[in-house]
C-alpha cells in the first residue's frame, strides 16, 4: 500500500512562488509520481510528474516554464515548484503515484492518491 501525503499549499498573490511536498510510504511500489490539481467545478487536471529511477520529467503546457517538479529519492519526496503563479493555478493539489514505466495524464493511470493541498493565488 502506497500513502501519500502533500503539504505546502497556502495563499500567495499573483507572481509568487510556492514549493509542495509529497511524501510517500511505500515507494517501492511506484516507479512514477505526478502532480494534479482540480479547480472547483473543473476536472482534475495533470500538472506534470516524474519517474523515480531516470529522474525524467513531464509538463503540462499550461505550467511548462513556470513550475519544475523534482525528487529526493532518499525522503521519498516528490516536490512541485511553481514560480509566477497566477489566479488561474487557483486550485486543490493532488500528488498521485503510478507503477507505470512512464508518465501519463489521465487520473486512471495512477492507482494512488494524496488527500490534496489547497493553493489559492489571488489577483
Known amino acids: 500500500q502506497v500513502q501519500l501525503v502533500e503539504s505546502g499549499g497556502g495563499l500567495v498573490q499573483n507572481g509568487d512562488s510556492l514549493r509542495l511536498s509529497c511524501v510517500t510510504s511505500?515507494?517501492?511500489?511506484?516507479?512514477?509520481m505526478a502532480w494534479f490539481r482540480q479547480a472547483p467545478g473543473k476536472e482534475r487536471e495533470f500538472v506534470g510528474g516524474i519517474l523515480w529511477i531516470s529522474g525524467l520529467t513531464w509538463y503540462a503546457d499550461s505550467v511548462r516554464g513556470r513550475f519544475t517538479i523534482s525528487r529526493d529519492s532518499a525522503k521519498n519526496t516528490v516536490y512541485l515548484q511553481m514560480n509566477s503563479l497566477r489566479p488561474e493555478d487557483t486550485a486543490v493539489y493532488y500528488c498521485?503515484?503510478?507503477?507505470?514505466?512512464?508518465?501519463?495524464?489521465?487520473?486512471?493511470?495512477?492507482?494512488?492518491w494524496g488527500q490534496g493541498t489547497q493553493v489559492t493565488v489571488s489577483s
Open positions: 511505500g515507494r517501492a511500489y511506484s516507479n512514477g
Open positions: 498521485a503515484a503510478t507503477d507505470r514505466a512512464t508518465i501519463g495524464s489521465r487520473t486512471y493511470e495512477y492507482a494512488y
